[in-house]
């Protein structure tokens, strides 16, 4: 598969990655069309957003929509071929922060989609939780 990386300010890639197989609870998206965030565009120009600076390859991308191409073990849906949105700063539910009631402000999963320090999804096709594609 091939994603878009941004390794500095002004080196954008687009280089061949290893496709990652879906597991309990996921799917595979084959995504068709990614929208380009101010963040994104802060990490191509700055190499940074605020404090969070690139530190290695970075996928870049969030916003993306797409059709499931597959499904992990366990998933009864949505089916494959159906198109869907992945929604980018979905609590997890699971973590300390969730149990304590502040899903919105220290949910990993959220912070990474407001901040974006890992990977993104601007990539041929991702892996995401069956729970936030929608």
């Known amino acids: 598969m091939y994603a878009c990386v941004v ?5 954008l890639r687009i280089e061949e990655r290893d496709p990652v ?4 609870g996921q799917l595979a998206i084959a995504i068709a069309l990614g929208g380009i965030c101010g963040s994104d565009l ?8 605020g404090d969070f600076r690139v530190r290695e390859p970075l996928v870049l991308g969030h916003e993306v929509v797409g059709r499931v191409s597959a499904l992990g073990p366990d998933v009864d849906g949505p089916a494959v071929g159906t198109a869907v949105a992945v929604h980018p700063a979905t609590p997890c539910d699971s973590c300390a922060e969730c149990a304590r009631d502040r899903r919105n402000r220290d949910c990993p999963p959220v912070t990474r989609g407001r ?3 890992s990977n993104g999804r601007d990539s041929s096709t991702i892996v995401a939780s069956a729970s936030t594609s929608c």
């Open 115 to 117: 901040n974006w320090t």
């Open 42 to 49: 802060h990490y191509y120009h700055d190499g940074a957003v």
């Open 21 to 24: 197989a879906p597991a309990s």
């Open 7 to 11: 390794h500095g300010a002004g080196d």
